[in-house]
């Protein structure tokens, strides 16, 4: 089973430990500094930080054997259990970000389908370690119901004629942040497949990327979004991407999945793609730096 024994996909383990983005309090809990994105130093709890924390120390738990990163793995996995909250509509419970996320626009207090996701897969690895299972996997369906609400109505789920797409940060389709929550619901139906509308659900958000895909070709490269302009990926999103699909094209058989892992691989080692690519960001850069000066933010949109 995916969720209860395997390590995680993502190799955090390479670039979360040790722990660099802050400092570790005298509970095991990272405490990150979001300077990047307030631009002041502010040290928060933030919880995608604390549930990729946790991830990683399992990762590394599951090669070294070693009792101290499976006690941050617990550490950062009760933390997450204590500060589940229910939604202002008690529909489902959530992790919401506490800062705020300038270039969309949201307040402190917005929700992610990326944190809502990997809270998941962070607490399917933590079931069988907990000495309350039915509290754990009560937090868990109640996670899992975030991703049957509409972004319009509070949730981090929008539908399209192709089928539900995940939301990390608004509507703007990142196909990194859709994938990645989509991990937490696939380890979900892997431990529970007589789940079936989580199943019919997961069918739905495959048939909107494996559609939607081609619209994040850009020939030469991969785009971050596709609900703002010029959004290209960095190298490390173009990786992800790639890295993303290559699993999910081998765990569901997608032909299409797999494609485009396969094309944006090539794009890694093609120089001409490569320079294609550089000049890209650096014009997209300009050109929303530009529209910041201007006080027309608000076009970056599509």
Known sequence: MIGLSNSYFNRYEERKIPFKEGFIDEFGIPVYNSIKFTQKKEYIYHPTVIIQYGLANFNQWKITREVCYFNSFLSCSQW???????????LFMQWAIPMKQ???GHDAGWISALTQGQAISLLLRYLPFSNNDNF????????????YVDLSQGGITSTYPEGKFLQEAGNIRILNGCLTAFTGLIEYIEVYPE????VALSKSIENAVTKFLPKYDLGFWSLYSLGFR????DL???RTHI????YFGDYLKNKQFSYYATKWKTNLSSRKDLLLWTVARILGLNFNRLLKVLGLEKFRFK
Request: hydrophobic fraction near 40%.
């Open 136 to 147: 754990v996997l009560n937090v868990i369906k109640n996670a899992l119901n975030s991703f």
């Open 230 to 233: 010029f959004n290209i990926s």
């Open 236 to 238: 490390h999103y173009h």
């Open 243 to 246: 890295d993303q699909l290559t």
């Open 102 to 104: 300038r270039d969309l």
């Open 80 to 90: 997450i259990l204590q500060n589940a909250k229910w939604d202002k509509n008690n």
């Open 195 to 198: 789940d079936t509308k989580a």
